[in-house]
């Protein structure tokens, strides 16, 4: 069955620290690779998305995201991270007729 | 463009009965699909409609079933509610390439506890 998993749980950074926050996927044929994020008290919405070509993605507020196919992976990164970036990350894949999301992994940046 | 709206926000239902939660997608949008988010499992994946039919399926047993009606509005129902299926449930549309390939929208869920 395929499984998304995501390295941490929470994470905690200070404002202006780099973040990396780690995503594989057990399938290892085409898929589609999301992160979606999720503010306090807001709704789920997209951050970024990998369908096809160039393997390293940028999305919405400064994030990118790189896709290796060769580790089954899709890592979201930021270089400096903002107190408005606490929220929980979550990496979603899909492929076939499921889709699949990873655990969350929560993110708190101290002022 | 109003967004993804689900009704109610709340729902309290005894073991035993049934449930019917409300989506309406964004205007346009035919993809409707649904999610079931639990502190112990995460966001799992229910089904998706399009155009009234049901286009894809989770692991989800067939007490949870679902519509979609000529609107593109979508009903998701659970019958002989388990404690376990306390849980927020998340509705989300995304464009005519399906919940699959497409970005999704969603709405504030639904919160279903289950006594």
């Known amino acids: 069955a395929q499984s998304v998993s995501q390295h941490n749980h929470h994470v905690i950074l200070s404002e202006a620290a780099s973040l990396e926050l780690g995503c594989n996927y057990s399938?290892?044929?085409?898929?589609?690779l999301f992160w979606y994020v999720q503010y306090p008290g807001q709704h789920l919405q997209l951050l970024l998305k990998y369908f096809s070509g160039d393997p390293l993605v940028k999305g919405i507020k400064g994030f990118e995201a790189e896709f290796i196919k060769s580790k089954f992976s899709f890592n979201l990164r930021k270089p400096s991270v903002q107190w408005s970036d606490t929220a929980e990350y979550f990496c979603?894949?899909?492929?076939?007729?499921?889709?699949?999301f990873g655990p969350g992994t929560r993110l708190s940046v101290l002022p | 463009k109003a967004g993804v709206t689900q009704t109610p926000r709340y729902l309290i239902k005894t073991r035993g009965q049934q449930v019917t939660l409300s989506c309406s997608p964004i205007?346009?949008?035919?993809?409707v699909s649904w999610y079931q988010q639990t502190p112990g499992q995460g966001l799992q994946f229910l089904f998706e409609y399009f155009s009234e039919t049901q286009r894809n399926k989770g692991n989800f047993p067939g007490r949870f079933s679902g519509r979609q009606f000529s609107n593109s509005r979508s009903e998701m129902n659970v019958s002989t509610l388990e404690l376990g299926d306390s849980a927020l449930y998340l509705c989300?549309?995304?464009?005519?390439?399906?919940?699959?390939?497409?970005?999704?929208?969603f709405g504030n869920g639904t919160r279903l506890t289950v006594t």
């Open positions: 979603a894949v899909n492929h076939g007729q499921n889709f699949v």
């Open positions: 989300a549309s995304s464009g005519d390439k399906g919940a699959l390939n497409s970005p999704l929208h």
């Open positions: 399938y290892g044929g085409t898929v589609n």
């Open positions: 205007s346009g949008h035919r993809s």
